[in-house]
């Protein structure tokens, strides 16, 4: 497909359990962003992958939150011993350039419900 | 803490009528961006305007940035039952590679 795909679309966990959000961004497309959205909010920026760069990771609320980038491409964002307020949407974005003075292309993003 | 806070947090208007909708940042900027949002998912990309423009188009879109102010507004003309979901405005820091910085939104409904 030509745009930003994630899976699940939802996903519904037990709190305590792990989850794993993936992304698979744009072809071509050298940044990778994560942003969560509680309910009636705005986005919470997460952490973003420029191309061999470390990641900007600033925005991980805990220890318990972390992602990763394989071959510069698809990212899977990891959630541990999941809490209910870990409940939002989880949004993944990429954008061509090596600044964020581009356009970002959104995915659909996982809606995630802690029980 | 939010970057932009978009003004009002929600707007409901007659169909054919314009809407306005307002972002207020607090830090300089590269540039400032204005985002759509249908039910709660995706965000799509309306429009982008640098920090050294003053005024941009695109179609029934206008959108104005006064970096004396550190303020921006969307307006949209003429508008639709369509346009109904929430707009949002993120700006690029001015201060190296960063991430956008989004505020939390205008819902806007669109009357038919």
């Known amino acids: 497909g030509a745009g930003v795909s994630q899976s699940p679309s939802n996903k519904v966990t037990e709190k305590g359990k792990d989850v794993e959000l993936r992304c698979d961004p744009i072809?071509?497309?050298?940044?990778l962003y994560w942003y969560r959205q509680s309910l009636g909010q705005g986005l919470e920026f997460l952490i973003y992958f420029q191309g061999n760069s470390a990641p900007d990771k600033s925005g991980l609320p805990s220890d318990r939150f972390s992602a990763e980038r394989t071959g510069g491409s698809v990212s899977t964002l990891t959630i541990q011993r999941t809490q209910q307020e870990d409940s939002a949407v989880y949004l993944c974005?990429?954008?061509?350039?090596?600044?964020?003075?581009?356009?970002?292309?959104f995915g659909p993003g996982t809606r995630l419900t802690v029980t | 803490s939010q970057q932009g806070e978009e003004d009002p947090q929600a707007l409901s208007i007659q169909e054919g009528e314009n809407a306005t909708m307002n972002c207020s940042y607090k830090t300089s900027i590269n540039n400032l961006q204005w985002y759509r949002q249908n039910s709660g998912r995706g965000l799509v990309h309306l429009i982008l305007?640098?920090?050294?423009?003053r005024e941009k188009h695109s179609g029934r879109l206008r959108v104005t940035l006064d970096t004396s102010k550190k303020s921006s507004s969307l307006l949209i003309t003429a508008s639709r039952a369509a346009d109904t979901a929430s707009y949002f405005c993120a700006t690029d820091l001015n201060s190296g590679n960063t991430p956008l910085v989004f505020g939390k939104g205008t819902r806007l409904s669109v009357i038919a």
């Open positions: 072809s071509g497309h050298t940044a």
């Open positions: 974005a990429s954008s061509l350039a090596d600044r964020v003075a581009y356009e970002q292309y």
């Open positions: 305007i640098r920090s050294n423009e």
